[in-house]
């Protein structure tokens, strides 16, 4: 299996639901993309790196985006956030952190092949 294949799956998912979002009644659901995707993306994510490098540090990356997310918390929550509100945006923040990464380990598979 190549390790392009995940990423490749994660995208068709991701314009699946895009579409399954725009044509469908999941509008009136006020579901947005990100926030349906951040799990696949993390798991795409895993798989990619794992079969592109043989090991795979999304784990660690994860651990230190939740840190980060306790900090922020903290913080934030302090300053007359809604709980329910931070974390929607912070689920969000992740789906859309977690595709940063994919980019960026595509473009490292790329370089190194």
């Known amino acids: ?4 294949y995940w990423p490749l799956g994660g995208l068709l998912f991701c314009l699946i ?5 725009q044509w469908t009644a999941m509008k009136k659901l006020r579901l947005h993309v990100l926030d349906v995707v ?16 043989g090991v795979s540090y999304i784990e660690w990356l994860l651990l230190l985006w ?18 329910r509100h931070f ?10 952190f977690g595709i940063v990464v ?3 380990v595509m473009i490292l598979g790329f370089i190194n092949h």
């Open 1 to 4: 299996m190549q390790w392009w």
């Open 17 to 21: 639901l895009i579409g399954a979002n």
């Open 38 to 53: 951040t799990l696949p993306v993390w798991i795409v994510a895993h798989y990619t790196m794992g079969y592109l490098f």
């Open 66 to 83: 939740f840190a980060f997310g306790a900090i922020l918390a903290w913080f934030l929550l302090q300053k007359e956030w809604g709980w």
């Open 87 to 96: 974390w929607h945006l912070y689920w969000q923040w992740s789906g859309f």
């Open 102 to 104: 994919i980019i960026v």
